[in-house]
């Protein structure tokens, strides 16, 4: 399967392009990342971005990496050995209509944005979903002003479904939220694994 972004080095190391020093690994995270995955909650940029509540503890993130449901892949991108961005996909496989769909979530470390981290963690849940879960349908909630968020949906070809008023309340007012959804072509289109150029 060709990928979308940057040179592949082995199963989950990849060089992004224009930054050709920088090695991405990617890999699953393990019970001990807590105090990594807390650190880039703790980011102003990530806490703006999701539902996550500004000051997480790290006893918060030690429960939620070990006690994890059924159904949840929680994967982290490295930079030498430092976690620098997180996602997660959750395959709902409690009713037999919903196997075909996931949902997915994500941040990367404030200092770590905009440098290809995020595109990354996507071509990999991406290959999750569509070659080894059999996913159909992945869904995702975004900001509607998160434009760098969109844009990297946007090109994996996730598309607007519509828009959730007042979504969230995110530092001293709502906001709202667009729900996106990538649809795999199960007549085996490109558009499964090519990003839009
Ligand atoms: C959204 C997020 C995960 C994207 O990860 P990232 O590593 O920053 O993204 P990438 O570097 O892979 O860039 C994604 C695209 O956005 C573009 N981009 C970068 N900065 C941008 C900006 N300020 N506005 C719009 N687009 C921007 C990039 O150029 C890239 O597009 P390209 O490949 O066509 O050049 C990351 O920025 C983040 O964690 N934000 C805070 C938390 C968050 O919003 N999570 C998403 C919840 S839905």
């Not at 006893?59 to 430092?82: E, F, N, T």
């Not at 290809?116 to 979903?129: S, Y």
Request: net charge neutral; charged share 25%.
């Amino acid at each position: 399967m060709p990928r979308a972004q940057g040179e592949v080095l082995s199963s989950a190391q990849f060089h992004v392009p224009g930054l050709p020093w920088m090695k991405v690994t990617i890999r699953h995270s393990e019970p001990e990342d807590f105090q990594s995955l807390r650190e880039i909650f703790a980011q102003p940029g990530a806490t703006a971005g999701t539902l996550q509540m500004p000051y997480p503890s790290a006893d918060m993130w030690k429960k939620r990496l070990s006690d994890r449901p059924k159904g949840l892949y929680s994967l982290v991108a490295c930079v030498d050995h430092d976690i620098v961005g997180s996602l997660t996909l959750f395959h709902e496989s409690r009713s037999p209509r919903r196997l075909h769909a996931g949902e997915l979530g994500m941040a990367v470390h404030d200092r770590w944005q905009g440098k290809g981290v995020g595109g990354e963690l996507m071509a990999a849940a991406v290959d999750l979903a569509d070659n080894w879960l059999n996913l159909v349908r992945l869904e995702l909630t975004v900001y509607t002003d998160n434009d760098r968020a969109v844009r990297l949906y946007r090109k994996w070809n996730f598309n607007i479904e519509g828009t959730l008023e007042k979504y969230a309340f995110r530092d001293g007012r709502f906001v709202d939220a667009f729900c996106m959804a990538r649809i795999r072509d199960t007549a085996g289109s490109a558009t499964a694994t090519t990003k839009e150029s």
